[in-house]
């Protein structure tokens, strides 16, 4: 943040109107500085590079056909009077045809963003009511939302004319700021920079939001970033810009058009940006914007620190168990083997026979988890030497043929167990100890001699 009394005197102070407004520059980091200038004028945020990411984003929506995709911004609170008004407030004096967006329907807002005038800059307030307790009789305005962060996306629609039907495809990209409660969507908060708002203390202060004083500052500004961003737009367009370690996948897409600004403008936009990036992402992360299903892994690789294998029962028992945790109560009710094994499919794990103090019964072995872990835990995995990955499916088929036919050892006894399958044979034995996932399914098979 700036203090106040490092800011510079002008552009923003005495400026009665639009003609008296004096720019510092015309280049884009001064721009930009002014854009964050103006922001934190109005908005408590918290921290600076909350405020740093706000005017990235003010800027790339002047810029919507350099991308490929468009990243929302998402003011969320736990309580109201945070300030997520207010940061849409001044939002809408800094962004091209801003469209306000309290309880309006599906076809408003569809129609909108295809208007021939240009994209609008939708500024959301409210947004938990529309995904609330009544999510399902608002998909349409989800999938508005969903198919809007690509320039691809479009929403399908059926038209009457007389009595004919025909099809219709309206377009939904655009730029999208939303405010409210509570967290939204996984598939909206994945596409987002969130900013997690907060009550001011009593020590934080900020000018009162006057509209009618402030909009002659923002309508100035607005015009010099519109005028920046077309004669950048092109070198924009054809940015690669280089990511920071860490933001990738989706992140890269959320964060790759407003570094490209950054690099554009220049100064030292190109470090805060990303710098911000990795912060905002890493603060998204620590806040546990996870799934069920990856909280479920999570906690089952903690249960598996002390142990090998484990029954359906035991598990489910243990993760009810753990602290903090949601599986005691989901939707009233505890989580049961069946729900367990329902959740763990989508991961390509089911139960098995195991053997437990040389009783078999249905469960899970340590190595069940492996694959799943690999994919959608490895910073865990990474953080874990002593357990080295050892994949259940090896690519290389040279290793296979090379322990086709080998002996395995279980529990230390030097028993020597033939797989049913030459060609599924483990490339690496298990080690003492080890249960062996075949084990079960062998003694309780007749042998060849047993059939004649």
Not at 174 to 200: E, F, H, K, Q, Y
Not at 365 to 386: I, M, N, Q, V
Not at 431 to 443: A, N, S
């Amino acid at each position: 943040m700036i203090d106040e009394e490092q800011r510079p005197a002008s552009s923003f102070d005495d400026c009665d109107d639009e003609s008296n407004y004096q720019p510092f520059g015309e280049n884009g980091f001064s721009i930009l500085d002014e854009v964050r200038l103006f922001l934190e004028r109005f908005v408590a945020y918290p921290s600076p590079e909350a405020c740093n990411a706000h005017a990235l984003w003010v800027v790339h929506a002047h810029l919507l056909d350099s991308f490929e995709s468009t990243p929302r911004i998402a003011f969320l609170s736990p309580e109201p009077a945070s300030g997520k008004t207010r940061a849409l407030e001044a939002t809408e004096l800094l962004v091209p045809r801003a469209v306000e967006a309290i309880n309006v329907s599906p076809a408003y807002l569809f129609r909108k963003v295809s208007a021939p005038e240009g994209r609008p800059t939708i500024l959301f307030d409210e947004i938990d009511t529309v995904f609330g307790p009544k999510a399902r009789d608002n998909e349409e305005i989800r999938g508005l939302l969903n198919a809007g962060h690509r320039r691809s996306g479009v929403a399908g629609r059926c038209v009457v004319r007389g009595k004919i039907v025909e099809t219709e495809e309206i377009p939904a990209y655009c730029a999208v700021a939303l405010a409210g409660l509570g967290w939204l969507p996984d598939t909206i908060l994945s596409r987002s920079i969130i900013i997690r708002m907060r009550r001011r203390a009593p020590d934080e202060t900020v000018e009162p939001f006057r509209r009618r004083e402030a909009e002659p500052m923002g309508t100035g500004l607005k015009k010099r970033i519109a005028a920046w961003a077309a004669k950048n737009a092109k070198t924009i367009e054809d940015a690669r810009p280089d990511m920071p370690v860490g933001i990738e996948d989706r992140n890269a897409d959320v964060w790759e058009p407003l570094i490209a600004i950054a690099d554009a403008a220049g100064g030292e936009w190109p470090q805060v940006a990303r710098a911000t990036a990795v912060t905002l992402v890493t603060l998204a992360r620590e806040a546990n914007l996870q799934s069920l299903g990856i909280q479920l892994l999570t906690d089952i690789r903690t249960i598996f620190d002390t142990t090998k294998a484990i029954g359906s029962k035991a598990l489910t028992t243990a993760l009810c168990n753990m602290d903090e945790s949601p599986w005691g109560d989901l939707k009233g009710k505890p989580l049961n083997d069946r729900g367990l094994a329902s959740r763990l499919k989508a991961y390509s794990v089911s139960p098995k026979l195991v053997r437990i103090n040389g009783i078999p019964i249905r469960g899970y072995t340590k190595e069940d988890f492996w694959e799943a872990w690999r994919r959608y835990l490895p910073e865990a995995l990474g953080s874990s030497p002593a357990e080295p990955l050892r994949p259940l499916h090896p690519s290389h088929r040279s290793e296979m043929a090379e322990n086709r036919g080998e002996g395995v050892t279980v529990n230390g006894e030097g028993v020597t167990v033939e797989h049913p399958d030459p060609l599924q044979a483990d490339p690496y034995p298990l080690r003492p100890g080890d249960h062996d996932p075949f084990e079960c399914l062998k003694r309780s098979q007749p042998t060849r001699k047993d059939r004649l």
